[in-house]
T-cell receptor, first 112, second 114 residues
Framework: DADVTQTPRNRITKTGKRIMLECSQT?????MYWYRQDPGLGLQLIYY???????NKGEISDGYSVSRQAQAKFSLSLESAIPNQTALYFCATEDSAALKQFFGPGTRLTVL | GDSVTQMEGPVTLSEEAFLTINCTYT??????LFWYVQYPGEGLQLLLK?????DKGSNKGFEATYRKETTSFHLEKGSVQVSDSAVYFCALSDRGGSQGNLIFGKGTKLSVKP
């Protein structure tokens, strides 16, 4: 089984809808991240969490919110989706001692 | 703020050719440097890393040396294979900064032809 899973893998929605992307991990890591990938722009950090009680905004947090329900779960919500939020979204965990991040397979979101 | 600049792609090579993907960085502290690889349809995977100046990271035939004097971390491989076709991301982590996260370059797509 994959160590970092994301659901759904693909989602098409309409402008104005609320969307939740979920991430689960079995690696036991405290640190978790949500990134957005757009063609030619690399990955941009949306939110990150160093433990269940610690949530931090990344460089592009506007229009997004997160919830860290447990060490293993970190959800990303789009309160009112807009077309320029169409992108590939990645969740990651981090082994902070090894300075290594482990990425999920990604969720492809299309907002019409 | 901290940033990473890597050569734009796409890069197309024949099998067994020599590969160099350039990466330079700007950071206020003493960052750790990384190369991540993204195969088609997958998430990113750590390829190699270096945590201090003059360190050489290596994995699967790829190498990169942390050069503080030139603020560079170029990725090299002596003989590429078709299976190396992927997008390569250079990244830095400056834990002394305000965010404990990775800062990525824009990625370089490599295509290796048989």
């Amino acid at each position: 089984d994959a160590d970092v899973t994301q659901t759904p893998r693909n989602r098409i929605t309409k402008t104005g809808k609320r969307i939740m992307l979920e991430c689960s991990q079995t690696k036991g890591h405290d640190r978790m991240y949500w990134y957005r990938q757009d063609p030619g722009l690399g990955l941009q950090l949306i939110y990150y969490s160093f433990d269940v009680k610690d949530i931090n905004k990344g460089e592009i947090s506007d229009g997004y919110s997160v919830s860290r329900q447990a060490q293993a779960k970190f959800s990303l919500s789009l309160e009112s989706a807009i077309p320029n939020q169409t992108a590939l979204y990645f969740c990651a965990t981090e082994d902070s001692a090894a300075l290594k991040q482990f990425f999920g397979p990604g969720t492809r979101l299309t907002v019409l | 703020g901290d940033s990473v600049t890597q050569m734009e792609g796409p890069v197309t090579l024949s099998e067994e050719a020599f590969l160099t993907i350039n990466c330079t960085y700007t950071a206020t502290g003493y960052p750790s440097l990384f190369w991540y690889v993204q195969y088609p349809g997958e998430g990113l995977q750590l390829l190699l890393k270096a945590t201090k100046a003059d360190d050489k990271g290596s994995n699967k035939g790829f190498e990169a040396t942390y050069r503080k004097e030139t603020t560079s971390f170029h990725l090299e491989k002596g003989s590429v294979q078709v299976s190396d076709s992927a997008v390569y991301f250079c990244a830095l982590s400056d834990r002394g900064g305000s965010q404990g996260n990775l800062i990525f370059g824009k990625g370089t797509k490599l295509s290796v032809k048989p």
